[in-house]
T-cell receptor, first 113, second 114 residues
Framework: AAGVIQSPRHLIKEKRETATLKCYPIPRHDTVYWYQQGPGQDPQFLISFYEKMQSDKGSIPDRFSAQQFSDYHSELNMSSLELGDSALYFC????????????FGPGTRLTVL | KQEVTQIPAALSVPEGENLVLNCSFTDSAIYNLQWFRQDPGKGLTSLLLIQSSQREQTSGRLNASLDKSSGRSTLYIAASQPGDSATYLCALLTYSGNTGKLIFGQGTTLQVKP
């Protein structure tokens, strides 16, 4: 069965640079979620989209922005990177929101030097 | 605000033991509860999902229960094996916006010794 695809899997950036993470949901899934997991931490909800509209926002810095495109894939744009942005970034998708299971991608490991 | 607590934070057992991981939460207004496994530096593997209206789910050697009234869930692992060594996270899908969001506990790191 098709799973959530995230690219790139690993990314190394310098401070103050910009990064773009991509997420391709499971076919027919219309809802996308982004989570950030810092070293030794539990995953924290960043933002979600349903039918290409932002649905909910968590602890996402103003330096980050995201969108969902017409083909339902999503991109997380991160600017002015800081050392503290080094983390594992997970994307998850579901078919319809509100209570349906979220399926997680393998994550993108971002390292900021 | 939903708070999720997992006890113990770490657990070491000999191979073959049955064990229970605990998860408690403060707000019973949830869609479902999910247990995940995470190996070091790796992704999240979903183990079991219990809908809000259910009491338990079973998959192989794993059994998860949910008691919303007391704000508790347990993950029971039977006949533990060294391959079960990992961090186990419980996560609650809470009402939030149009989509809901998962709130995770901080996990229990399990080591099963041969």
């Amino acid at each position: 069965a098709a799973g959530v695809i995230q690219s790139p899997r690993h990314l190394i950036k310098e401070k103050r640079e910009t990064a773009t993470l991509k997420c391709y949901p499971i076919p027919r899934h219309d809802t996308v979620y982004w989570y950030q997991q810092g070293p030794g931490q539990d995953p924290q909800f960043l933002i979600s989209f349903y039918e290409k509209m932002q649905s909910d926002k968590g602890s996402i810095p103003d330096r980050f922005s995201a969108q969902q495109f017409s083909d339902y894939h999503s991109e997380l744009n991160m600017s002015s990177l800081e050392l503290g942005d080094s983390a594992l970034y997970f994307c998850a998708s579901s078919y319809r929101p509100r209570g349906n299971e979220q399926f997680f991608g393998p994550g993108t490991r971002l390292t900021v030097l | 605000k939903q708070e999720v607590t997992q006890i113990p934070a770490a657990l070491s057992v000999p191979e073959g033991e049955n064990l229970v991981l605990n998860c408690s939460f403060t707000d019973s207004a949830i869609y479902n509860l999910q247990w995940f496994r995470q190996d070091p530096g790796k992704g999240l593997t979903s183990l079991l999902l219990i809908q809000s209206s259910q009491r338990e789910q079973t998959s192989g050697r794993l059994n998860a229960s949910l008691d919303k009234s007391s704000g508790r869930s347990t993950l029971y692992i039977a006949a533990s094996q060294p391959g079960d060594s990992a961090t186990y996270l419980c996560a609650l899908l809470t009402y939030s916006g149009n989509t809901g969001k998962l709130i995770f506990g901080q996990g229990t790191t399990l080591q099963v010794k041969p």
